[in-house]
């Protein structure tokens, strides 16, 4: 008795906190949304209003006027997707090296990769990297904004835990009908690895698409700059900031990601989790 | 297609070819078409510019009119960004040997590029091109782009601070809107006046604003005819040290400390030009110190808010010298490492750019100067001026400004970084981190630290 | 093709790319470090270690790690507490959750530049609501992304919103496999919530905690830029620059590559220690486990 009514103190004090706090938590992104359907006068008005009077339509077409929004739009999904399916396939063919195989030099080799875990080359080396693409003359272009970051030991440690997990009978099995070690991995590991590999290339794309630093000093023209970049142009753009504009821009930048991360997110929630137990 | 063929054939008996000149001059013509149309494969040109917003389309459409002028040269014409980022830009495109032909830098790159060595001097093109006149250029804008008695690259865009003010908020708090304060003492005096608080004492309009950037530092400095570096603003050899910490610095730094101190002004974060600009449009603040080259745009939102608007040469403390304005802005470069032809097209393009005909348009439509005499004295006729007076400010505060190396501009290798220190000192003494005095006397001892680590490479 | 040449090529793409866009520049960064290099890189000279002397007695630079310092470890103790206690609540499995939970882990789609450029419209002073609340409610206004300490303030609220779903979600993962009966059975034993909270599931989650830690360190560190670049660019003064922003400065800006090199040798030493800490200590909280 008394410890049932403690619960349901207790419930009802929990769905309180978690209303104020998602309703704080929230507040940036649903502004973001109201400011970008007012008109200027609305959004220099004193006090600040909460909703639009109209879908005022206007900047978000203002948006894609001051910058190149579609390009940019694309170049952005070119760089995200180049580097999920590489990062994806040089995971994959890496963690098969280490889980299913024994050769020389494992170790070290592994412990070499560990070392750049928590390196971020486009942050930590940023300089001598930019360097390098200087030599490469790939400054400018989407070789630059994408080869670099083709594998991660993130995601060579997520697959290699993954395929531990599978039972080492079934390599034995196909070992014995006949099927060679790629046939082992394309047919039977990549189907057992799809909600995996799915929840991998949703963590690949969401950094990809909001990697801000290193599309910002290697990209020269408009037209290879990437969406993060276009949010600071959209600051930029005019001599005074329009933030219904800006908004506008915003809104449009981020809903690729969110609309993806809330679509798949169970799947998403499971792999991340993953990549962060150690095996 | 027959006729040309069975004169290929025709070729081979040469009795035919000796009989006579028809087939001979059918050759010379089939020569020249061919040559013509070599010829006319386009010269295609790069030009880089950092005019963000609206001006991009803008600076496309002069490159469009050069184009059907010169329909044997295209212009790729892009934006790089900031004038940080362009200049960042064109060394990476340099290293990666494929830079642009042309590239806007600005005025604080000017030492950077000349050290870089990568550049045509436009002088050496100016010399081979006897059509072009450089006794038409304002000399304001030749003697801050000239170093060591060369000019490197063409002036192009040029600007310079003035006073803007809001004549309807002037009205309100009781002051004559045709009297805009003149100096130090006044300008504190207005602010005061124009500040206005709510009930519960938050301030909801301030006196002035401008945006946190070194340039108003420099131009303050010139304004009271004071250097910024040693070896006379480093116009007459690599600068040393630098030597604005003395009363006209300190007049300035106190000033801006009163103002925000009393929360007369509102500050803008660093280097943050549109925040100002948005603090005077939306009308919470009532004056505000910029660039002319938004004056256009300015204007017309002053309009679309519903006051007045004013404008004024920038207040200067009472017993200082007087000196006059620097020219900021930037100018255009030429890249060397083109094939000729291509030099020659980007110089006609800089040519074009700095037409009379250009430069009206480019002064009317944004506010910067025009590089040219003649280009004012047009609009003079025009009777351009009377009808705005605001264009005129910018202008006459140039012409009468006085003409030595301290309102020349100071041209230091390191002066990106030297701005940054000066706006560091300024925001420490703006949070109450020092004093005026020190403030200033810290940034110059910063400043001076980074101007002799650029010049170490320099030494050998 | 026999099994002992396989793995071999199966590691070659990964390796190619890990050696060529990370220990090159590694060690490229070592080598420009000693030198002192003109903007367009024309001239070249050799100081030895003189870049880190100078850095080191630079107050720029050590008000930089200092900034980094506070920054990082006042948003990683936030972001740590909060997300633990907001996974608790959601654990509770209270109606709404599915929506409260898809609603708190949208910012981990977010990109820290977008949650600088939103921050700043609500910390605006002049049109942001933030102020607006804060005045009506508190008569309290502040100039937040220009004075001190607001500025770090405000990176700091922007920095934690974009990190702590990625800890929430962790956290949450971590709650729900604690055992119920142990949950139960302190109840039982008179143990009041918090004892339980701080006693008992705190510590069995300590692993995910270390993990999130050296997590969130390092989103702190590098991806804070987008977040200072949006919103103070470093300022007021230099109070909000961290070592990645004075690093993108001296580059970027100024063109000190010698210099900025020494800077990336000096973060690469710092993450190498990171690194080992984590293997080190990381390994033994398993075995403790």
């Known amino acids: 008795m008394r410890r049932s009514t403690r619960r349901k103190i207790n419930v009802i004090l929990a769905e309180i906190a978690l209303i104020l706090i998602t309703m704080v938590a929230s507040m940036p992104l649903f502004l973001a949304v109201s400011i970008s359907f007012q008109t200027p006068k609305e959004v220099f008005s004193y006090p600040p209003k909460l909703f639009p009077k109209s879908l005022y339509l206007h900047n978000y077409a203002s948006a894609f006027d001051l910058v190149p929004l579609a390009r940019l739009i694309l170049n952005s999904t070119i760089m ?23 050769f020389k030099g494992k170790n070290i080799s592994f412990a070499t990769l560990f070392a750049t875990l928590f390196l971020p080359a486009e942050t930590v080396m940023i300089v001598p990297l930019f360097l390098i693409m200087r030599k490469f003359g790939w400054v400018n272009t989407y070789w630059a904004l994408t080869v670099p970051f083709m594998a991660s030991a993130t995601n060579t440690f997520l697959f290699r835990q993954h395929f531990k997990s599978i ?23 990549l189907p057992l690895s799809k909600s995996m590999i799915g929840g991998a290339a949703i963590i690949n794309f969401v950094y990809a698409w909001n990697m801000y630093l290193w599309p910002l000093i290697v990209t020269m023209e408009d037209n290879m700059k990437t969406v993060q970049i276009g949010v600071k142009m959209l600051i930029d753009a005019e001599a005074v900031n329009n933030w219904g504009v800006i908004m506008a821009g915003t809104i449009v930048v981020l809903i690729p990601t969110v609309v993806m991360f809330l679509v798949l997110q169970n799947m998403f929630v499971k792999s991340l989790v993953r990549s962060g137990m150690k095996g | 297609m027959n006729v040309f063929h069975d004169d290929i054939i025709s070729v081979l008996n040469l009795k035919n070819f000796y009989r006579g000149g028809f087939f001979v001059k059918k050759v010379l013509v089939v020569l020249m078409v061919a040559l013509a149309v070599l010829s006319m494969a386009k010269i295609k040109i790069q030009f880089w510019h950092a005019m963000g917003g609206w001006r991009i389309d803008l600076i496309k459409s002069m490159a469009e009119e050069f184009m059907k002028l010169h329909p044997d ?34 005025d604080i790159g000017t030492q950077v590029m000349i050290d870089g060595g990568i550049a045509v001097p436009i002088q050496d093109l100016i010399d081979k091109d006897k059509s072009f006149d450089l006794g038409k250029f304002m000399p304001q804008v030749l003697n801050y782009y000239r170093v060591n008695g060369k000019l490197y690259s063409m002036p192009f865009n040029s600007s310079n601070p003035i006073l803007y003010y809001n004549k309807t908020l002037f009205k309100k708090a009781g002051l004559d809107p045709n009297k805009p304060p003149r100096t130090f003492e006044e300008l504190l005096e207005y602010a005061k006046k124009l500040t206005v608080k709510d009930a519960n004492g938050n301030t909801i309009q301030y006196g002035i604003t401008w945006p946190l950037h ?16 040693n070896n006379n603003n480093g116009r007459t050899g690599r600068p040393t040290k630098a030597v604005f910490d003395n009363e006209a610095g300190r ?23 549109d925040e100002a600009n948005q603090y005077f449009i939306s009308q919470k603040a009532a004056m505000l110190i910029t660039s002319t080259s938004d004056v256009a745009y300015i204007a017309k939102l002053a309009k679309q808010h519903g006051f007045e608007l004013g404008t004024a040469f920038l207040p200067r403390p009472k017993n200082a010298k007087s000196g006059g304005v620097v020219i900021g802005g930037a100018s255009l470069w030429i890249i060397g490492g083109h094939p000729q032809k291509e030099i020659q097209a980007a110089w006609e393009f800089v040519k074009f750019l700095t037409t009379t005909k250009m430069q009206i348009e480019w002064h009317t439509k944004t506010g910067y100067f025009p590089v040219r005499k003649d280009a004012v004295e047009t609009l003079m006729n025009e009777g351009y001026y009377a009808k705005h007076p605001n264009m005129l400010t910018a202008l006459l505060q140039l012409l009468l400004s006085v003409q030595n190396y301290n309102t020349n501009g100071a041209v230091i290798g ?35 630290k980074a101007i002799q680590e650029y010049n170490e490479v320099y030494a050998y | 093709m026999s099994r002992k040449i396989i793995p071999y090529i199966l590691l070659i793409p990964t390796f190619l790319i890990i050696i060529i866009f990370i220990y090159w520049p590694a060690v490229y960064s070592f080598k420009l470090s000693f030198y002192r290099i003109s903007p367009f890189g024309n001239r070249m000279i050799f100081v030895g270690i003189r870049n880190f ?40 499995k209270v109606p709404g959750t599915p929506v409260y939970k898809a609603l708190l882990f949208i910012p981990y789609a977010i990109s820290p530049a977008i949650s600088g450029t939103l921050w700043s419209f609500l910390l605006n002073p002049v049109v942001g609501h933030v102020n607006y609340f804060m005045s009506k409610f508190f008569g309290l206004r502040v100039e937040w992304l220009t004075t001190k300490p607001y500025a770090l303030y405000a990176i700091i609220i922007a920095s934690v919103w974009k990190v702590m779903p990625f800890d929430i979600i962790f956290y949450l993962a971590g709650v729900q496999n604690v055992p119920d009966d142990l949950l139960e059975a302190s109840t039982l034993d008179g143990a009041s919530t918090w004892t339980r909270i701080w006693k008992i599931i705190f510590p069995l989650l300590s692993p995910i905690t270390f993990y999130l830690v050296i997590m969130n360190i390092i989103s702190f560190m590098f991806s804070s830029f987008a977040i200072v670049d949006v919103m103070t660019r470093g300022g007021p003064g230099n109070y909000t620059t961290t070592m990645i922003y004075k690093l993108y400065l001296d580059a970027f800006a100024f063109q000190k590559t010698g210099i900025a090199s020494a800077e990336s040798v000096i973060l690469f030493i710092i993450m190498t220690i990171v690194t080992i800490a984590y293997f080190y200590f990381g390994e033994r909280r398993v075995h403790y486990q």
């Open chain 2, 414 to 448: 390191a002066f990106p970084e030297v701005r940054q220190i000066i706006e560091d000192a300024v925001e420490k003494m703006l949070n109450g981190e020092m004093s005026p005095e020190d403030a200033l006397a810290w940034a110059q001892k910063e400043a001076t």
């Open chain 2, 251 to 273: 007049r300035f730094f106190r000033l801006w400390y009163e103002l925000t101190k009393n929360g007369w002004m509102i500050n803008t974060k660093k280097e943050d030009w």
């Open chain 2, 73 to 106: 040269i295209e212009v790729d014409v892009q934006y790089t960004g900031s004038y940080h980022d362009t200049l960042n830009k064109l060394i990476a495109a340099v290293k990666a040997g494929n830079p642009p032909h042309i590239v806007q830098i600005y």
């Open chain 1, 167 to 189: 039972p080492k009978e079934l390599e034995d099995a196909a070992r014995i009908d006949g099927a060679t070690p790629m046939q082992f991995l394309i047919k039977i590991l």
């Open chain 3, 53 to 92: 002397k100078n850095l080191f007695h630079d107050p720029d630079y050590i008000t930089a790690l200092k900034i980094t310092a506070i920054y990082v470890s006042v948003s990683v103790a936030l972001t740590i507490f909060a997300s633990f206690f907001i996974a608790l609540l959601l654990n509770m």
């Open chain 2, 214 to 229: 070194s340039w108003f530092f420099e131009q303050f400095m010139a304004v009271q005819n004071a250097p910024l570096v």
């Open chain 1, 80 to 102: 995200a997707v180049a580097i999920t399916l590489g990062k994806l396939v040089t995971g994959l063919l890496s963690g098969y090296a280490y889980a299913n195989f024994e």
